[in-house]
């Protein structure tokens, strides 16, 4: 198969809205994400991340930009505020180029973001 553009989803959450707390969960999820679906730097396109309206400490694209992806186009956004809406949530939107089937694809959320996708595989 030629080499597509593609997109993995992924989610966590804080448990407190404090920056190194912050910086240890984003970099955590992305690294999953990379890892479990064996993407590399020059694979990635760009990162949009959204957060919930109750994360005011750091932008999650400086932690990511922290993890090596200072080249890498990294984008923020708020979260709808939706009622009853998982707290401290921090999502990601990732696009990159792979030979990978969309069904080979691996998303991923961590901590309290794993109940947003129960109907994924582990």
Do not use: W
């Not at 997109?7 to 970099?27: F, I, P, Y």
């Amino acid at each position: 198969m030629p080499s597509a553009v593609r997109a993995l989803r992924g989610a966590t959450t804080l448990d407190d809205d404090e920056k190194s707390h912050l910086t240890e969960r984003v970099q955590a999820l992305v690294a999953e994400m990379l890892e479990r679906n064996g993407i590399t730097k020059p694979d990635l396109i760009s990162i949009l991340f959204t957060a919930t309206s109750d994360v005011h400490s750091k932008f999650p694209a400086t932690a990511a930009r922290e993890l090596g992806l200072g080249d890498v186009p990294l984008m923020c956004a708020q979260e709808l505020d939706i009622a009853g809406g998982a707290a401290r949530c921090i999502r990601v939107l990732m696009h990159f180029t792979t030979d990978r089937s969309p069904q080979e694809l691996h998303h991923v959320y961590l901590e309290g973001a794993r109940s947003l996708r129960d109907d994924l595989p582990e």
